[in-house]
């Protein structure tokens, strides 16, 4: 039996399931909501904590640097963050192109670029082999509409760390339904509580929604879990 490393979407939508507008984000700069996404993309679990007691799977961080979080977007997503923010830092980047990394605009080579999820992760689990990059933590899927419905299809992909903006922005982009993905039954994708998501993101989340001012105006969103058996 060969284990595949389970796969988490983290994404950020709006209540009509809005993630993109041409190219980039729909909403004025969330500042608390990126770093949450920064935050918990690096944050690595501890394997040898062996995980019956909760509050231990979070003890190592990415500080540690015995593992590192991978994520995995698509070409179009690579290109959306600012180039002083990519690769994503303390993260194994992994890019999903159909075309090769030598067509493509300078990647640099510690980012894996491959033609779809498994291929990626296949050569990131090599290059680990090979000593050439650090165990890998988690793994995040981080969009867009694409990698995100492909991922879905993934029996290993077992949670979704959705934010919900609390707003209406005009979008271009959406984030597949998740329960047209499955039935509202209990074998389709289930709201977990706020103290599941604590303890899946280790560290306390919030009561609530959060407000942040951007740009002129206050933007509501709230942190939430999904899991699927
Ligand atoms: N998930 C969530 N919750 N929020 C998002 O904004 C989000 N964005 C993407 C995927 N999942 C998400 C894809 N888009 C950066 C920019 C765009 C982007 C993802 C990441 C980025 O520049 N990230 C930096 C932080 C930069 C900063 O602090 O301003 C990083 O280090 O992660």
């Not at 050569?123 to 879905?152: C, H, M, N, T, W």
Request: hydrophobic share 35%; glycine share 8%; charged share 25%.
């Amino acid at each position: 039996a060969v284990k595949q490393v389970p796969l988490t979407l983290i994404v950020a939508a709006t209540p009509k399931n809005g993630i993109g507008k041409n190219g980039s984000l729909p909403w004025p700069m969330l500042k608390k909501e990126m770093a949450y996404f920064a935050r918990i993309t690096k944050r690595v679990p501890t394997p040898t904590n062996t995980g019956s007691l909760q509050s231990d799977t979070f003890k190592q961080n990415v500080l540690d640097g015995t593992q590192r979080n991978a994520v995995i977007m698509g070409r179009n997503t690579w290109e959306s963050i600012p180039p002083k923010f990519r690769p994503l830092k303390d993260r194994t980047n992994i890019v999903i192109s159909s075309q090769a990394r030598e067509k493509l605009d300078t990647i640099p080579h510690d980012v894996v670029v491959a033609s779809d999820i498994m291929s990626g992760l296949g050569e990131l689990s090599s290059r680990v082999e090979a000593g050439k990059a650090l165990p890998v933590g988690r793994a995040f899927v981080i969009g867009g509409s694409s990698i995100y419905d492909s991922a879905l299809e993934l029996p290993q992909t077992k949670h979704v760390l959705l934010t919900r903006i609390h707003k209406d922005y005009d979008c271009d982009t959406f984030f597949p339904d998740l329960n047209g993905h499955a039935t509202p039954t209990e074998s389709g994708w289930q709201r977990k509580t706020r103290s599941d998501l604590s303890n899946f993101i280790g560290e306390e989340a919030p009561d609530g929604p959060i407000t942040e001012s951007a740009g002129e105006e206050e933007v509501e969103f709230e942190y939430q879990l999904y899991e699927r058996p």
